[in-house]
Nanobody
C-alpha cells in the first residue's frame, strides 16, 4: 500500500499550488480520502475530505473558499488545489485513505508560503 504526495514547494502569499496524491496497493475507489496538515509545534489537522464517490466534501473553516479537494478514481489520484495561499498555510501536507479499519497515510509534502 502506498500513498505518494507531490506538488509542494515554496510560494509567495496569494499564490497557488496543486498537491497530488497517487495511491496504489488498495481498492482506491472504496476509500474516503482526505488531506491533513501539520505545522511545527501544532497538531495534525484535517484540511479537506472527500467521500469514496466524490459526491461529498468537507473543509476546514480556515480553507473554505480557497482550497478544493478532488479525486480521479480512474487514476487512483486525489488532488488539493490551493489558491490565495497565506503564510499560516505553511505546513507539511499529508494525504490519507480510510475505510472501516484500514487507515493509510502518505509521507507528506512540504508547503511553505512566504509573506
Amino acid at each position: 500500500v502506498q500513498l505518494v504526495e507531490s506538488g509542494g514547494g515554496l510560494v509567495q502569499a496569494g499564490g497557488s499550488l496543486r498537491l497530488s496524491c497517487a495511491a496504489s496497493g488498495f481498492t482506491y475507489d472504496d476509500y474516503a480520502i482526505g488531506w491533513f496538515r501539520q505545522a511545527p509545534g501544532k497538531e495534525r489537522e484535517l484540511v479537506a475530505g472527500i467521500s469514496s464517490t466524490g459526491d461529498s466534501t468537507n473543509y476546514a473553516d480556515s480553507v473554505k473558499g480557497r482550497f478544493t479537494i478532488s479525486r480521479d478514481n480512474a487514476k487512483n489520484t486525489m488532488y488539493l488545489q490551493m489558491n490565495s495561499l497565506k503564510p499560516e498555510d505553511t505546513a507539511m501536507y499529508y494525504c490519507r485513505g480510510r475505510r472501516l479499519m484500514d487507515d493509510y497515510w502518505g509521507q507528506g509534502t512540504q508547503v511553505t508560503v512566504s509573506s
